[in-house]
């Protein structure tokens, strides 16, 4: 399918990151399809997090806008944010999950909020999300007793407990050690093409980018704009920035890989 | 768009040994949707050894149906029957085998107490003295520094020193001046209401001056410090747990009492006489707008003060501040390093660290004033 019949899910359009007067990024303009695995990419500093949370909401753009479907989510009205937020799922760094509460609470919350089940149905459907992301019995556990890589995956099962359209995930295998990130990866691909969400991933991990990615922009540090927009497999071999070969291929040399 | 309610209907068919649940409607509104336990009493007692599914007439589906689904299989492969999931939807045919292909966890530690469980008098008494023990030997820690500190030998920064003496001196006087300067009106009340009675008003000046020095001043000055710095350095100290930087200071070798919990000991026993000091004048002021008002010179009131003030009522008074402020910098530090590694820990750590803190004072102070009631001082 080329470009042009895929249905975009969220533009970015001529948008510029600042804090004050800094800039991070200026003029980023690119489009997310509906149900693409996209990948935030680029080097330490050069404003990955920072395009996410534009993207979430948690900071404002210095210009340009973002759109969700086509419509403006910049110049919404918080009411509206709140409502397009209802159907993103979020993981954060190192989690995000809520220490005080077990994984069950953890998971219930957003359910007692934004649906109608019955306390059963909640129970039922707590366990179903825990399943799916391999914790099954581990509901009455609080983040603290269980490792980082399942903490990873138990806040996967609360960013999925409303079924959402769009799951953001911030450097998802960041601490993890390559098999359980490995697995990250396979989990984080299956179910989003079983419940068919478009996802919108920051990393660096190269591994996790070619196994899963299939859309990508390159931000890069020094011009502070993107310089790399595509497939990372084919940005690996065609890209005309030598950086973003660079970045692809893990070389310190650009002569090395042409 | 319409579409029936959802349903399930459970047919078995004992010749090829199956049963099927027929699943049928829009399982999307969750008023409408089964639960699992409408199907467990069929599916107890079934005496066949698969289960099938039909979903000819299933209508759009959520996350509901999926639940509902592994409820069942889970509950099945249980009882020894063989779940047989082709005539699902593709997509959650799927979804069940990534939900059913890490076998749940049984959980090994017993479950946490429910909310409702009285402890045994033995329990608690056992608690108590594990607790006595920990404090004993956090004090013990804290002589061991501080015999280190003496002979020159321990990691203390002194740069945080000063941050916590600014910390716990100069920011705190707003919040000082305001209440010492109430609790000496209120002295001043309570005196001139009884002491009027008899014609001797001017002994406010006697109540007021002694009143502070000896009691209200250091204790009024340590509640304040207790909410406000004792409940500070279990936060921070309970924080840092947290985040694993005890560990860390633990690990570089450093004892994390001599290089954490020395500085801010410190800076309180220095700042807290100083504010006793502070809150003991300005209470004299607040006694003495009490006393302009019922017409008591403040020529009469301070000579009146002044004529009450002795080198014992100083001298106590600065003894239970020094008191007061070694039991609330204990308190707030070691509720904050045996705090809880998150942020419900951090929470109760800051709170036990003030109610530790009042309960030492309220307790020590009755002990100090019975010690030097019998030395007749």
Redesign the interface.
Known sequence: MTDDEREVHIEVRELTMAFGSNVIQRDLSFPVYRGDIFVIMGGSGCGKSTLLKHMLGLLEPAAGEILYTGTSFTHASSEVRDAMRRSWGITYQSGGL???MTLEQNISLPLQLY????A??IR??V???L??V?????E?????EISGGMNKRAALARAIAL?PQILFFDEPSAGLDPISSRLLDD?IL??T????ATVVMVTHELPSIFAIANNSVYLDASTRTMIGYGDPKQLREHSEEAVVRQFLTRSADAGETG | MNQPAAGFELDTDNASNTATLRLYGGWVD??S?P???DVRAQLTALTVDNLRFDCDELGDW???L???L??CASYCEERGVDVDTEGLPE?AR??LS??????????QQP??RPWWHVRSPSEALRELLDDLRVSLAFFGDICIALGALIAGKANTRFADFRTFCYQSGPDAFAIISLTSVLVGMILGYLGAVQLQQFGAGIYVADLVTIGLLREMGPLMTAIVMAGRTGAAYAAQLGTMQASEEIDAVRTLGVSPIEFLVIPRILALVVTMPLLTIYANLLGIVGGGIVAGGMGISLLQYSSQAGAAVSIAHIGIGLLKSLVFAVLIAIAGCRSGMQSG????GVGRAATEAVVTALVYLIVADASINILFQHLGI
Do not use: C
């Open positions: 809520f220490s005080a649906t109608d089940y019955t059963a149905q039922d459907v366990r179903y999300k399943s799916l391999g914790l099954g019995g581990f009455s556990y609080y983040p603290s079924d989990l299956q179910l093409e079983s419940i068919g | 969750a008023a949707v639960e699992f336990r959520t996350t509901l999926m639940s509902f592994l409820s997509n799927r979804l990534i939900a059913t292909s890490v076998p749940a966890h049984q959980r479950a946490p590694r998150n942020s419900a």
